[in-house]
T-cell receptor, first 115, second 112 residues
Framework: AQSVSQHNHHVILSEAASLELGCNYS??????LFWYVQYPGQHLQLLLK??????LVKGIKGFEAEFIKSKFSFNLRKPSVQWSDTAEYFC?????????????FGTGTLLAVQP | DGGITQSPKYLFRKEGQNVTLSCEQN?????MYWYRQDPGQGLRLIYY???????QKGDIAEGYSVSREKKESFPLTVTSAQKNPTAFYLC???????????FGPGTRLTVL
C-alpha cells in the first residue's frame, strides 16, 4: 500500500531562515506529487504539484520542491521564510492510471516562523 | 464566485445522534471527496464519488454514509456507529483523475 512520510512534525524557524521539509513516499510506479498548505483559519490550498517533466517545480509564494525518483522524495524548500509562512504543510501522493484519484496524505508538518 | 462550501463551520451533537455535513461545489467538478483530519494524523479519506449516483468507500468509511444525487452536492452523514466522530471534516473536489483537489473550509464536529 502507498504511504507518505513527513519526518518533521514541528519546525520552528526565525524569519529569513531557509526551509526544507522532507517528504518520502512508498510506491514503485509513476506518481503525482503535491504539497498543500493550511494557513491558520484558512482552506487547505495547493502550493505546488509535480506530474511530469522538470523535477524541480515552483509553486506559489516562493516555494519549490524537487522530485528525486531514486530517493522516493519530494522535499519542499524556500530560501527565506517569512512570518506569514506559519502554517501546516502536507505532502500528498497519488498513483495515476488507477481507478480513482485517491490522494494519500502525510501526517503534516507544523511550521512556526518567529519574527 | 466559484468554490466549495461546507456548512456549518462548527457543529455540536449529542452522542448517539446522526448528523449530516453539507458540501456543495459550483466548480462543475465530477469528483468529490470527504476527508477527516485529526491532529498528527494528516487527512484520511472517508468516501469519494467520481460521478453522480456512484461512490466508493475510502480508508475509514465505517460509521459514515454519503449520497451523490446531484453533481454539485455530496453530503456526509456521521452515524451513531462512528466510535470517535469528533474531528475536522474536509470536503474536496476535482475535475477528473488525476488532478488537483480543491478543498472546502471544513466543518468541525464535536460530539458531546
Amino acid at each position: 500500500a502507498q504511504s507518505v512520510s513527513q519526518h518533521n512534525h514541528h519546525v520552528i524557524l526565525s524569519e529569513a531562515a531557509s526551509l526544507e521539509l522532507g517528504c518520502n513516499y512508498s510506491y514503485g510506479g509513476t506518481v503525482n506529487l503535491f504539497w498543500y498548505v493550511q494557513y491558520p483559519g484558512q482552506h487547505l490550498q495547493l502550493l505546488l504539484k509535480y506530474f511530469s517533466g522538470d523535477p524541480l517545480v515552483k509553486g506559489i509564494k516562493g516555494f519549490e520542491a524537487e522530485f528525486i525518483k531514486s530517493k522516493f522524495s519530494f522535499n519542499l524548500r524556500k530560501p527565506s521564510v517569512q512570518w506569514s509562512d506559519t502554517a501546516e504543510y502536507f505532502c500528498a501522493v497519488n498513483a495515476p492510471g488507477g481507478a480513482t484519484n485517491k490522494l494519500i496524505f502525510g501526517t503534516g508538518t507544523l511550521l512556526a516562523v518567529q519574527p | 464566485d466559484g468554490g466549495i462550501t461546507q456548512s456549518p463551520k462548527y457543529l455540536f451533537r449529542k452522542e448517539g445522534q446522526n448528523v449530516t455535513l453539507s458540501c456543495e461545489q459550483n466548480l462543475n467538478h465530477d469528483a468529490m471527496y470527504w476527508y477527516r483530519q485529526d491532529p498528527g494524523q494528516g487527512l484520511r479519506l472517508i468516501y469519494y464519488s467520481q460521478i453522480v449516483n456512484d461512490f466508493q468507500k475510502g480508508d475509514i468509511a465505517e460509521g459514515y454514509s454519503v449520497s451523490r444525487e446531484k453533481k454539485e452536492s455530496f453530503p456526509l452523514t456521521v452515524t451513531s456507529a462512528q466510535k470517535n466522530p469528533t474531528a475536522f471534516y474536509l470536503c474536496a473536489s476535482s475535475i477528473y483523475s488525476p488532478d488537483t483537489q480543491y478543498f472546502g473550509p471544513g466543518t468541525r464536529l464535536t460530539v458531546l
